[in-house]
Nanobody, 122 residues
Framework: VQLQACGGGLVQAGGSLRLSCAAS????????MGWFRQAPGKEREFVAA????????YYADSVKGRFTISRDNAKNTGYLQMNSLKPEDTAVYYC????????????????WGQGTQVTVSS
């Protein structure tokens, strides 16, 4: 699976962005998907994950209630809707695909996109 994330940008605190993750290659619908982020000088962290069917979703406590993960298997695309953005959400955001499950553990993802920069100004 080849993944390409896009939709990042510069936004003011309180604003919104929608990230997309376009998949090609193997059947995207058979993979669970996750979003991770990495801020400068920090380790990569889990943001959200969704099962292959879209029936199960999981979120980091720091984004719960503000971010929504979704997917459209017919379009081979996953999404991360980010609302009420905060300066601490500033990071490079990565999408990833897993056969193991919608896990919070990055090492359990098989494929990764190239990342898209999200910058939230105060």
């Amino acid at each position: 699976v080849q993944l390409q994330a896009c939709g990042g940008g510069l936004v003011q605190a309180g604003g919104s962005l929608r990230l997309s993750c376009a998949a090609s290659g193997r059947t995207f619908s058979s993979y669970d998907m996750g979003w991770f982020r990495q801020a400068p000088g920090k380790e990569r962290e889990f943001v959200a994950a969704i099962s292959w069917s879209g029936g199960r979703t999981y979120y980091a406590d720091s984004v719960k209630g503000r971010f929504t993960i979704s997917r459209d298997n017919a379009k081979n695309t996953g999404y991360l809707q980010m609302n009420s953005l905060k300066p601490e959400d500033t990071a490079v955001y990565y999408c990833a695909a897993s056969k193991i499950g919608p896990t919070r553990i990055g090492a359990q993802y098989d494929y990764w996109g190239q990342g898209t920069q999200v910058t939230v100004s105060s």
